[in-house]
Structure formats: C-alpha cells, structure tokens
C-alpha cells in the first residue's frame, strides 16, 4: 500500500469516526421566556428614571471604553433581581471572564434566573465548568450547535462540516429584562483592557426603553431553537453537583485574588460603585434592531432563514454623500461591485479595517489583500489600523503599551445613520453565521462617531494609496512626521509569505 493509499485510508477512517458521534438536539429541554413584570425591580425603577416622559421610545449610551463596556456588565449583574439573559460566541476563563461569572454565581445565589447561551465552537477545555454553573438550581447553560466529540474537534469537523461551520455569533447581556448591552465584544480579557501583550478596540451599545424587550424576544428565539442544547445533554453531568459548584467557586475565588491585586478590578469596581450614566447621556433616537433567524445556522433550513443583509444593504444604499466601514475582517466579494455603484453616485467610501500586523487572523489578511487595488483603482479610501493604535482603556489598566486590533464593527452613512453590532464585512457574517447589530438614525451619534475616525486616522492607522506605478503604499504620522512604507508596515517575511499561501487555498467564501 503506497503513502497516498494509506492517508486516503486514514483520513476517511477519521471522517467515519468524526461522523459516528452525534449530538442528540432532541434532547428534554424546557422552553422559557423572557419575564416581563420586572418594573418593581432596581433595573425597572432605573430605567423608569431614564424613560420618563419618554414613553414609547428607546435610548442607546454608545460605549467605545474598555473598562466601561465590562462596568456595565457586571453592574447589571450585581443589580439584578429577577434575570440574567447572557448570549455570547465566546466566554474566557481568564480573569474578565471569572469577574463576570462569579457575578453570575452570586446573583443566582440570590435568587436570579440566570440564562447562558454560548456557542460551542471556542468551548473546549470549559465543559467542567459549564456543567458545574449548570449544576446551580437558579443557572441553565445551553451551547449552540454543539460538537459531539468534546476532546477532538477536528474529528467532528471532519464528519460533519456542513453543519459545524456555521456558528452563533451574537453578543447580548441583558439583565432584568431592562437593559441591555450589545455590540462587538465576546468575554474575554482582551476585549476589556486586560491583556498584558494584545487588546481589542471595540465598541458597545448599552441600550434602554422597548428595545431591549425586542433584544429578549431575539434570546428567547435563540434559546428556545432546536441547535441551543442543555450542556448536560452533550457533556456527562457531576455525580455530584454541589462538590462540583464548591470546586468551581474555589478555582474562582484563587483566580480573584490575584485579579483583586491588580489595578484592573479596582478601575472596573470605582465605575461600578459610581454608577456613572446617567439619563442625560442617553440618546433617544429611531432605531431598527436587526438580527439573523437561528435557522440561518441550521444546515437545513439555513437557505429560507431570515436574514439581517437585506435591512443593512437598505441603509447603505440610501445614503448620498459619505459611507465609512469600520471592520477588523474586510473581505469583499461582490460588494466590490457594489463599491463601484456607490462611487459611480459619487459617494465617498471610506474603509477602515486591520493592517496585517494588527490582524490576529492571517487567513482573513489573504482575503482581503487583493481587493486592495481593485477599491482603490475605484475611489475607494482605505485605512489599515496600526498594530500600535492604542486601546480606549488601557491607559487605566496598566495595559496601554499592549499591541492593539481593531474589533469593532460598525458603519456611518452620510454622518446620519449607523450600524453597530456584530456583523464583520466578510463571506463568513453574510453567509454562515448568525449575526445582530442595531442600526440607529442619529446625526448626533453617527457624527460624533464619524469625526472620532476622522482624528484617529492619521496617527492610529495607515492610509493605504497607489504610487504612480500601481504598487500598493502605506502612510502614517509617527512623532509629528510622516512616514512611507512599501511593503506592509511592520511585519515579518514570515508574515507575508504565510498570507500568500493563504492567497492560493480556495477558503475566501469560509473567511
């Protein structure tokens, strides 16, 4: 038997294997819903200061700070009183990610309903835990399109691709069924300021009045849907719970002293005790949330799935003057033609995404790097985030000599509309994932927003042009003077040669 035989043989034994396990998505699961009589609550009694005479209406507190955007949430749990609505791709067992599920433990102590839905992709390594906070008689843990096999993904994805390649990419917590916090942020430390060598720039909306019961409804439907499984379904149960909750409180509690030590938690704590919102920063403006049918990850029904991109593609074609793109994963495929008919209108479109060396995804890097010249040759503008742009809240931490990237996800139109959430610029978000986001009509916010991209360009990112030769340019201002390079700034041959290989695989409709 030669070589290529013996692979073949061993790959498709692999696949047969990967495809042997199953996960059971009729397993006994208990529907339930968002409560609604929570207006005698701390939440419905804040939230009835900020509303007002406003009756009817929504207000939205953006929030491009770090440590604010985890304030906010571990506020919200510690004031609940009846639910905790959690909804997340990803939750980190490091210390932003134990700061918040201690909370989470200590509100369900009190009594609180407390609901997870995460997806399962980026779980491994956390099914003691989830099983162990599912063990709490007040938490339930539900993971989205769950692996069957819990220590080999890459034998699942051999057997059951189709199915696993698409994912759960909402981002809510929404406590007491008053307020809600969405955006581009997953739980983690390098979303919040925490990460001593990369941290994330994102940003948040905190959102208050019939909005968020518009949020719950998106949960309840996420939560309720045949793919989100009790984590007691796919992973074996503690023979005995309450050992496996004391554990899990011990790892926790270890953990914390060494977060308390730390300047981080005692930022984070200060915003919490000052409770620093306040009604006049609240904006009251028209607002649409918009989000993907569950279905849509559902490999079956995923081509009759509602989606969100007809409601964005609407926003983005009314506009006249200006639209800018802030993404951290640009990969345009036929929305370059698309580009080409808003320049045609002359429109002015602007692109701000991750230069290669801020990119923490080498792949996307190649999907997007040979649009380059094409949005150029068009008009398009395009900026590439500098890999040392620093990080709205770092300089609280401690953390604000850390490499930055661009997270956030949003875009502006004519500087009176914009979209925020969690939908990246790319195949992957348009065509696979389940994405949310909001799109608020406010000249006030999508201007501020707007002019925060016009300061920052210069000095946080590179302005990408074509010399008079056609070969790619990048230009930034370092220590008051500018600066040229040829080839893309600060990175490795390494690098490069990597994204090329990257370049020739057929994986841009995976991106």
């Known amino acids: 038997m030669n070589r290529l035989t013996c692979w073949l043989a061993a790959t498709s034994l692999l696949a047969i294997l990967g495809g042997c396990a199953t996960v059971d998505f009729d397993a006994p699961k208990t529907e339930s819903f968002a409560v609604t009589d929570t207006d005698d609550t701390w939440m419905g009694r804040r939230a009835s200061d900020f509303i007002q005479d406003r009756s009817g209406q929504s207000g939205f507190v953006i929030v491009p700070d770090a440590i604010s955007a985890m304030a906010f949430r571990l506020h919200g749990a510690r004031r609940a009183e009846r639910t905790i609505d959690v909804q997340y791709y990803l939750v980190k067992a490091d210390k932003s990610g134990l700061l918040l599920i201690n909370e989470l433990l200590e509100a369900a102590d009190r009594g609180v309903r407390v609901r997870v839905l995460v997806d399962d992709i980026l779980t491994k390594g956390h099914d003691r835990g989830m099983v162990a906070m599912d063990a709490h008689p007040n938490i339930e843990i539900r993971v989205f399109n769950p692996f069957a096999r819990r220590s080999s993904r ?25 307020f809600t916090v969405i955006g581009g942020r997953n739980i983690g430390d390098e979303y919040f300021a ?30 309720n849907h045949r793919l989100a499984v009790p984590v007691n379904a796919v992973v074996d149960p503690p023979e005995d719970p309450f050992q496996e909750i004391a554990t899990l409180r011990a790892r926790i509690a270890d953990a914390l002293v060494e977060v308390n030590t730390q300047r981080y938690e005692a930022v984070i704590q200060d915003l919490v005790d000052r409770e620093e ?31 969100m991109v007809p409601p964005l593609r609407e926003a983005i074609l009314a506009g006249q003057d200006e639209l800018i793109i802030v993404s951290p994963y640009f ?61 709205r809240g770092t300089e609280k931490t401690g ?41 608020l009509e406010s000249p006030r916010l999508a201007g501020a927003l707007a002019e925060i991209v016009d300061r920052d360009i210069p000095h946080r990112a590179y302005t990408v042009t074509l010399d008079d030769r056609g070969k790619l340019r990048w230009t930034t201002i370092t220590d008051g003077r500018e600066v040229m390079y040829t080839k893309d700034p600060e990175t490795t041959w390494w690098q490069r040669f990597k994204v090329g290989v990257y370049r020739m695989l057929p994986i841009r409709g995976q991106l």
């Not at 930055?404 to 996800?409: I, P, R």
């Not at 969690?422 to 696979?432: A, E, M, Q, Y």
Request: net charge negative; glycine share 6%.
């Open 331 to 391: 990969v345009p495929t036929t929305t370059v033609e698309g580009f080409r008919e808003l320049r045609a209108r002359g429109m002015r479109v602007r692109v701000v995404t991750n230069s290669l060396a801020a990119n923490n995804h080498l792949a996307v890097h190649a999907g997007y790097a040979p649009a380059r010249k094409p949005l150029l040759r068009m008009g398009v503008e395009l900026y590439e985030i500098r890999p040392d742009a620093s990080i």
């Open 194 to 223: 925490g990460h001593e060598q990369a941290n994330f720039g994102d940003l948040d909306v905190v959102c208050v009045g019939p909005v968020v019961r518009e949020v719950s409804a998106m949960f309840d439907l996420y939560w």
């Open 399 to 439: 953390m604000a000599e850390s490499g930055g990237t661009l997270h956030a996800k949003f875009f502006i139109v004519d500087r009176e509309e914009l979209f925020i959430g969690t939908f990246n610029w790319d195949p992957r978000s348009k065509n696979l994932n389940t994405e949310m986001g909001i799109i």
């Open 154 to 178: 890459a034998l699942n994805f051999l057997g059951d691709f189709r199915r696993l390649n698409r994912r759960m990419h909402n981002k809510s917590f929404t406590t007491d069924n008053q």
């Open 277 to 307: 919102v306040k009604p006049e920063d609240v904006e009251w403006v028209p607002y649409r949330l918009v989000y993907d049918s569950p279905d849509k990850a559902d490999k079956r029904l995923a081509g009759e799935a509602e989606t």
